[in-house]
């Protein structure tokens, strides 16, 4: 007997005799030493099939509750603002409602609120809105872009191709976020709008000394078509505005509101896509 390069007991060549079986004998060493390599190849088996698994589950959108989106939205005001979000009597009920909304806490429905819908921030100037919605724009469930109303005119109004009601199509759409980003959002796929400042922009905006367009009832009105459509699910819009529904006076002074504005139709869109969160009447102004 002699062992060859694979370790097999084997006979001389003189010794050997064919058998119908094609088999030999194994020795006990050898019989350990091929169940050693079968729990091997079994282990390693098992092991890519696992890590293929963890691979899969790790990317997967992860929950949280309201107070993780909580936490969440703390640590991404210092990170953005350099300091601590500062919690007031005029902004806490509002945050809480934002964060139950964000985390899909079914506590947000209360009062007819619905997590079907996005959200219309109002309030008047300088009380906080464009804050509180830049910093949840990342959140991990639904994260969006912001974008002023005015920046939305701004592309209708340029020149030749590059603007025009075409120009537009872009906000009435989700934004397919690169997979090499999916990890920064939670492994989410797509993020929505936010508008900000609606009333703020030209109502009446020109491309190439055409005809006055309302750029922003257009965009309304496209995305609204998108979610009957069922190319856009109605939570992936949102706004601030300091802006009432109806006209309204101030100082003897005629405000027009979103009625007045962007018309019926759009008023009714706006409140069948959206949650109305107001804050309250005396927030001050934190810019003063």
Partial sequence: MRLDKAGWDIPAPQDFRENDRMELPLTDQEANWLLQQGRQAKYHAAWGQWYRWRLAESAKPQEFTADEIWQWFHLTAQRILGKPYEVTDYNRWILNQLCLYFAGDKRFEKDGRSLEK??????????????????????????????????????YMQPREKGGREALRRFKQLNRIPSAH????????????????????????????GDPFNCMAGVLSGIDDAVVAGRMPRHAVHLTTNLLFDDYQVDGENIPGIESIYGTRVRSRIRGLMNVLTFPNDAPDLRA
């Fill in 118 to 155: 996005g959200i219309m921030l109002r309030g008047g100037v300088g009380c906080g809105k464009t804050t509180l919605l830049t910093l949840f724009a990342g959140n991990p469930r639904q994260p969006f872009e912001v974008t002023p109303c005015e920046d939305v005119v701004g592309t």
């Fill in 182 to 209: 999916e990890p920064m959002y939670n492994y989410r796929q797509w993020m929505g709008h936010c508008f900000d400042d609606l009333g703020t922009e030209d109502w009446n905006a020109r491309h190439m000394g």
